[in-house]
């Protein structure tokens, strides 16, 4: 479940603290979250969600200058809940925060409406430096990321080698990731909201566009990458 929590009232009007929501399916992660970011002198926790549905409506209810979204939510996609957020807030900043390889998903976010990819396991300093980059209207990623982008854009993507898995639409890397966890057909469709038979269309495709040849292929295939993005 969600909290909300008032600004500090302590500070003056000139130095209100600037409120930050927390979103990620795991209950540990927010309150480690909450803990790190109310102990600077600048901002704080209005609220947290483990759900899309949970931070829309904390969203509407506490109005915060920038939510931190994790890739995975419980029941929904972190990438949908961004794109969400640009229609419904643009005005409202989005800083991602994963465990997932950044070489995977950055791009995918950014071009979704995130202004900013950090992954879990770096320093504190660097998460609170990322969040006050994307509340100071800037986009923030890693030294290694912002490299790859800029690389991309000067040598075209023909030229750097990507991953045969940029080939797939969001939704076809969403279904890839549920793949690797090991959720089968019809628990996919209901985490996604559609049905069985799209689930199945995009199955279909995801093996062609990765030349695999059975389902055991497939899952084979999507538990390894689940494993390689979580330890990149």
Same mark, same amino acid.
Not at 57 to 62: D, E, I, P, S, V
Not at 135 to 147: I, N, P, T
């Given at each position: 479940?969600?909290? +909300?929590?008032?600004?500090?009232?302590?500070?003056?009007?000139?130095?209100?603290?600037?409120?930050?929501?927390?979103?990620?399916?795991?209950?540990?992660?927010?309150?480690?979250?909450?803990?790190?970011?109310?102990?600077?002198?600048?901002?704080?926790?209005?609220?947290?969600?483990?759900?899309?549905?949970?931070?829309?409506?904390?969203?509407?209810?506490?109005?915060?200058?920038?939510?931190?979204?994790?890739?995975?939510?419980?029941?929904?996609?972190?990438?949908?809940?961004?794109?969400?957020?640009?229609?419904?807030?643009?005005?409202?900043?989005?800083?991602?925060?994963?465990?997932?390889?950044?070489?995977?998903?950055?791009?995918?976010?950014?071009?979704?409406?995130?202004?900013?990819?950090?992954?879990?396991?770096?320093? +504190?300093?660097?998460?609170?430096?990322?969040?006050?980059?994307?509340?100071?209207?800037?986009?923030?990623?890693?030294?290694?990321?912002?490299?790859?982008?800029?690389?991309?854009?000067?040598?075209?993507?023909?030229?750097?080698?990507?991953?045969?898995?940029?080939?797939?639409?969001?939704?076809?890397?969403?279904?890839?990731?549920?793949?690797?966890?090991?959720?089968?057909?019809?628990?996919?469709?209901?985490?996604?909201?559609?049905?069985?038979? +799209?689930?199945?269309?995009?199955?279909?495709?995801?093996?062609?566009?990765?030349?695999?040849?059975?389902?055991?292929?497939?899952?084979?295939?999507?538990?390894?990458?689940?494993?390689?993005?979580?330890?990149?």
């Amino acid at each position: 479940m969600s909290t +909300t929590r008032p600004t500090d009232s302590t500070v003056g009007p000139s130095q209100a603290k600037a409120k930050v929501l927390v979103v990620d399916d795991h209950a540990v992660v927010r309150q480690g979250l909450t803990q790190l970011i109310n102990r600077e002198k600048d901002m704080c926790v209005c609220g947290d969600a483990e759900t899309a549905a949970e931070a829309l409506k904390m969203m509407a209810a506490t109005h915060p200058d920038v939510a931190i979204v994790d890739v995975s939510l419980k029941e929904d996609s972190g990438l949908d809940l961004v794109k969400d957020v640009k229609i419904r807030f643009p005005k409202l900043p989005v800083l991602v925060l994963s465990m997932h390889d950044e070489t995977f998903y950055a791009e995918r976010f950014l071009r979704a409406g995130a202004r900013g990819y950090i992954m879990k396991e770096v320093a +504190t300093e660097k998460v609170m430096t990322a969040i006050r980059r994307v509340l100071a209207g800037e986009v923030y990623l890693s030294e290694r990321m912002s490299s790859r982008i800029l690389h991309k854009l000067v040598d075209g993507p023909a030229r750097q080698g990507g991953s045969a898995l940029d080939a797939l639409s969001d939704r076809e890397l969403e279904v890839f990731r549920l793949i690797g966890t090991g959720l089968g057909t019809r628990d996919i469709a209901k985490r996604l909201h559609v049905s069985v038979k +799209t689930v199945e269309a995009h199955r279909a495709h995801i093996k062609d566009k990765l030349k695999l040849d059975t389902a055991t292929e497939l899952l084979q295939h999507a538990i390894q990458w689940m494993q390689d993005s979580e330890s990149a």
